[in-house]
């Protein structure tokens, strides 16, 4: 996209730069640097313990990195470090303008309270105070991840594993968030499922023009989703590139493992 | 040999210290309640403690009352809005016994009123007090637990989440069906639980000219609503907030606007409805006011006690 002769090229959404964290004397990642630009869906690869979900935490305002920049092209403020926002201000920028789909459901999810209410919750959360206006933006979220609406009432645990998962990507994105980190967001849920809601998850990606970090192990998914690839093991990025370029032609030995290991039926 | 054990010099002060708190707790207290009336909603830590009930009983709204009762007040305690239920009798009785106080039933003529789950019917007074024991402070918590993340949404006006119980009873109940502790917010500042008192209670709450003090001993917190605040109930733009109301009246003294609870009177089904302020039904009664029951044995039981008070 950039190649285009006579374009501009967009100004980044978030730039990442020189974040490192250290958990004591133990490494989470270190000096890990990108920019990811509107619309665009980076992902990050790795075996357990490679610092994936440190580098999302700090990227996502979760965990502050001992050293290192996290600039998010915020609504109100322009490209200002979300570090050096005042915490209230942080807090109101995450509500706003990003979604944070978990790997397990019930850390995104209020278990308590219906899955209707779930997915309206962040329109509340942004002042929203008619009734039935979000019942009715609630019952489109929930038909277009395709959940039967009838069931809008029921606790999350009255639905299945791949449903609440579905709960959870309405709820991450009724309230029109600019940037979705999303980690591991399928991999609790069998083969069948999970590529159901890859398949919701990539249109409704494309549909939003949405901008994605999207962490997991699983290259399938990796493939799938996302438009550029972040290799990280021991805690730095050992490779980066467009995602058909990394998984078709590695350049680094543990890349080249790592696709290799892909078992094949 | 033996010395005799010498008497002590204080000999004559060895009773309960005035109130039954020691003067440092009652200070400690005192300086509570007026951070509480600085920020009006504000959840104030302080140090409650150990008291001669078990907590649930009132913990919170006893050390209210003894940091701030002195010899002429007049108290007044109820429960449920009933002057005469075991819980009002003996907190009543302690304050009598530790703090020296006259105790009274009558609304109008009390300057301390403890209360458990209602605001009296008479509108209180400039002057008045209105200490409220809570349960449960925190009208966040049923949604989230961490103690961190509700003091964080207090600080920053984070108060989408609460609206999600409300959204919860609507597509539950096709209504706001939430009765008790109903949510408000203070001076549109501090969202704030009225302590479990019906929501018919809550409008009473707003410009209310008495002093009203929330003791929570249990969860440690006091919190107050200074004279003439502005108190709002939640609601949705299409769902406004409502207050009970009845079909029949106060059985025994037709009170039509009063909060009424619904009696059982036998196994076949039959039941009244009565005023649950119990000093507010007598004077009505006393006044000549009659309902649709009147003469009823349990009117006879109040009948027999208006000449002894």
Known sequence: MNAIPGRIAPAPLLSVEGLTKWYGHVLGCRDVAFDLRPGEVLGIV???????????????????????????????????????????????????????????PRDGLRMRVSGGANVAEPLMNLGARHYGQMRQSTIDWLDRVELDTRRIDDKPRNFSGGMQQRIQVARNLIHGPRLVFMDEPTGGLDVSVQARLLDLLRELVRDLGLAVIIVTHDMAVARLMADRLMVMKGGEVVETGLTDQVLDDPQHPYTQLLVSSVLQI | MSTPVPALANAPERYYNYAYLDEQTKRMIRRSILKALAIPGYQVPFGSREMPVPYGWGTGGIQLTAAIIGPDDVYKCIDQGADDTTNAVSIRRFFANVADVATTEDTGE??????????????????????????????????????????????????????????????????????????????????????????????????????????????????????????????????????????????????????????????????????????????????????????????????LKEPAE
């Open chain 2, 110 to 303: 009390a300057t301390i009123i403890q209360t458990r789950h209602r605001i009296p019917e008479k509108p209180l007074k400039q002057g008045q007090v209105l200490v409220y024991q809570v349960p449960q402070p925190e009208p966040l918590r049923g949604l989230e637990a961490r103690e961190t993340e509700t003091r964080a949404m207090h600080a920053y006006e984070e108060y989408g989440l609460q609206y999600v119980s409300l959204y919860e009873n609507i597509s539950a109940y096709g209504r706001i069906a939430a009765t008790a502790g109903y949510p408000v917010m203070v001076e549109e500042r501090y969202l704030m639980s009225p302590s479990p008192i019906p929501k018919f209670d809550n409008p009473k709450m707003a410009q209310n000219e008495a002093v009203m003090l929330f003791g929570a001993g249990r969860e440690k917190r006091i919190y107050a609503v200074p004279p003439f605040t502005r108190v709002r109930s939640l609601d949705f733009e299409d769902y406004p907030f409502e207050t009970q109301t009845w079909e029949e009246t106060c059985a025994l003294c037709g009170a039509e606007d009063s909060y009424l609870d619904e009696v059982i009177l036998d196994d076949a089904g039959d039941k009244m409805f009565v005023c649950s302020d119990s000093h507010h039904c007598a004077e009505r009664r006393a006044a000549g006011h009659v309902g649709p029951m009147a003469g009823h044995a349990l009117d006879q039981d109040a009948a």
């Open chain 1, 46 to 104: 790795g075996e357990s313990g490679s610092g994936k979900t440190t580098l999302l935490n700090c990227i996502s305002g979760k965990l502050t990195p001992t050293a290192g920049e996290v600039r998010f092209d915020t609504r109100r403020f322009g490209l200002t470090d979300i570090y050096g926002l005042s915490e209230p201000d942080r807090r109101r920028m995450q509500r706003e303008e990003w979604g944070f789909v978990h790997q397990n």
